[in-house]
């Protein structure tokens, strides 16, 4: 009887003693702990787009984003066509508002000027994902809907009425998606995928690194910009460089 009642004991201090199993970190205060000024992100995309009896369009993006205390204040990409009828390289950066392009593909600049301004973007952070994870209620949003949420992987669906209430824009029949969070709960890996009103297929996958490392993006001298909108408008455009929304709102 006594060999019985010391194993109990025995185990009941091993019970006792196991360490509490960690809770799953809140991604969006993980996100806002990162809002500092001077710091960022460093992000690789992938977008494809797939039309039926077609090749797929693919676009590359590499580059970071900087903080400010509430969120992305700029960002500096460059951006490479994988497979694409007409191949080349633009390089991205935005300040506050303010977008600046530079490729080879632009012939035709005054003579020294090497940049060009694009009026208005609809946010800084640069990306072809329907949700910006960098706005605390869109990741808030997206992560409310997720169907399941384990082992730092968030699946879901967010139907056309959920992805226009949380971007106020309109996404075709909806948005599938998959979030990948790290141990700090912070973002690694984000993945999209749609159905575009052409019946093709659109998908984005983004990683994330480098999180809270010191960057500082600035404008390019002004003796180096001119602005011709109508002009680079049309190549941006019709090669569909940008986001949607971004063109949408110059």
């Keep these: 009887m006594k060999r019985v009642l010391a194993a109990a004991v025995a185990a009941t201090a091993l019970v006792t003693a196991a360490p509490a199993q960690a809770a799953t970190p809140d991604p969006v205060k993980a996100l806002k702990s990162k809002f500092l000024p001077g710091h960022g992100v460093k992000v690789s995309e992938l977008m494809r787009m797939v039309s039926k009896g077609k090749k797929p369009d693919a676009i590359r993006m590499t580059g970071a984003f900087e903080f400010g205390k509430s969120g992305v204040i700029a960002s500096d990409v460059t951006l490479r066509f994988v497979e694409h009828s007409k191949k080349f390289t633009l390089r991205a950066v935005t300040v506050g508002k303010q977008m600046y392009f ?20 609809s946010r800084a952070d640069v990306s072809y994902h329907p949700i910006d994870l960098f706005r605390p209620a869109q990741l808030k949003g997206l992560l409310s809907h997720a169907k399941s949420s384990t082992g730092g992987l968030y699946r879901g669906t967010l139907t056309t009425k959920q992805a226009s209430k949380l971007t106020g824009l309109y996404y075709g029949p909806g948005v599938d998606y998959r979030l990948s969070v790290g ?60 986001p949607n929304e971004a063109l949408a709102s110059r």
Aim: proline letters at 6%; hydrophobic letters at 30%.
């Design 102 to 121: 530079q490729s080879d593909e632009f012939k035709e600049l005054p003579e020294g000027k090497t940049w060009v301004r694009m009026g208005k973007a």
């Design 183 to 242: 141990s700090a709960g912070l973002p690694s890996r984000f993945f999209t995928s749609q159905k575009n009103p052409s019946a093709s297929l659109e998908t984005v996958d983004t990683r994330y690194s480098g999180w809270g490392h010191k960057v500082t993006i600035k404008a390019p001298p002004e003796e180096l910009v001119t602005s011709s909108e109508e002009v680079i408008d049309g190549i941006l455009q019709e090669l569909q460089v940008l």
